[in-house]
């Protein structure tokens, strides 16, 4: 706008001081932080502003006017840039809102639902979180401040227990795990495809995926990140604290709009991926009980392995792991009725453990 140009509604100088000082023909000297709200105020337009204009607007070089925008967007103002002759700065649209007043419930629901974010181990976008809370703060009255300074000792979110069952599901937080939430997030946001290596304790090496990011979910104090991966051409959900050397790539896609994250809500996620474990890995056999099995149905991670009925009576569940940890692990929980078929190698090895349990209380003679 010109130097005599009347405000934009909504931001009459009565309201905004600063504009007379925008609006006047002398144009005196400001300070830095009048210097940037005039800057953010002219940006709000959505046109090319350019540095030249800026420059002669606040009688100020360019060297400062540079310094100016790299502080607004060093402060989150999102200032976009374009080189060239016909460039310059504008602001994202409607980026200036209304102040939002809160009331003392709705601030109270607030502070509960950043403690059960915080409970979380690790958060996506953690120092963005933190940098948010600070504007959010410093926007409420300051009557509710030390209400918010004291929200650790009035609200309490108890930490998800340890499955020791399935201990192999515990995982510590990492930078590592960091890294890679907050990668995949930031390919989710700008719509790039992102690439990583993933380590399945079953395959050995890890391998190399290209992804297109689609959602994340939190399950049983994990994160997952849902992506659809470019080589397969399935939707994948893989373990956030599995993945190395997390890189958002050059590669946009268009994103699905009929894709939802509560498809996988349920344990959906975890039945289609036993499917595809199915054809990959080898398979873990075990005659149960009617009874049995309907335990196991009520199991997070066992009610998506297949039950069958077994020709000699009974149920047959075959799982999609072989690992002794974790299978005989199993039949030893499921007791008597319960029979390890398959693998073979297994039967031997629970046998003898069994024999032994059995001397300890008394069940067969000691070995002279």
């Known amino acids: 706008m010109s130097a005599n140009a009347e405000p934009e509604p909504g931001l009459r100088s009565e309201s905004w001081p600063i504009l007379d000082l925008l609006n006047t023909g002398a144009r005196p000297r400001m300070n830095p932080i009048e210097r940037a709200l005039g800057i953010l105020l002219l940006l709000t337009g959505g046109k090319l502003v350019t540095a030249n204009t800026l420059s002669e607007r606040f009688n100020v070089s360019h060297r400062t006017i540079y310094r100016d925008i790299d502080r607004l967007m060093a402060l989150g103002v999102p200032v976009d840039a374009e080189r060239g002759a016909e460039g310059g700065y504008r602001l994202a649209k409607d980026y200036l809102q209304a102040p939002v007043a809160l009331t003392r419930n709705e601030t109270a629901a607030l502070l509960t639902a950043l403690a059960l974010v915080r409970s979380i181990r690790t958060i996506p976008l953690a120092a963005d979180l933190e940098s948010a809370q600070r504007k959010l703060v410093a926007t409420l009255p300051k009557a509710v401040h030390a209400l918010l300074s004291e929200a650790e000792r009035i609200i309490g979110i108890e930490p998800v227990p ?12 990492t930078p590592l795990w960091q890294e890679a939430i907050d990668g995949f997030m930031q390919g989710l946001l700008e719509s790039k495809r992102v690439r990583f290596l993933h380590n399945n304790p079953a395959r050995g090496e890890p391998r190399p995926h290209d992804v297109e990011p689609r959602g994340i979910l939190y399950d049983r104090d994990l994160w997952y990140l849902a992506g659809f991966c470019v080589d397969t051409s399935q939707i994948k959900v893989y373990r956030a604290d599995r993945v190395r050397q997390m890189e958002v790539s050059g590669f946009r896609f268009r994103p699905d709009k009929n894709f939802a994250i509560e498809t996988l809500l349920g344990g959906a996620w975890l039945k289609q991926a036993m499917r595809r474990w199915e054809a990959e890995s080898p398979i873990a056999r075990i005659r149960i009980t009617e009874a049995q099995a309907a335990k196991l149905s009520a199991d997070w991670y066992y009610r998506h392995a297949v039950f069958t009925a077994d020709p000699v009576g ?20 499921l007791g008597p009725g319960a029979e390890l078929l398959e693998p073979e190698h297994m039967r031997q090895e629970l046998a003898e453990e069994l024999r032994s349990l059995a001397q300890a209380h008394g069940g067969l003679p000691q070995a002279s």
């Open 162 to 173: 340890a499955d020791i069952f399935h201990s192999n599901t515990k995982a510590e937080p």
């Open 314 to 333: 009974g149920m047959m569940i075959s799982i999609p792991d072989t690992a002794s940890s974790r299978i005989l692990a199993l039949v030893r929980w």
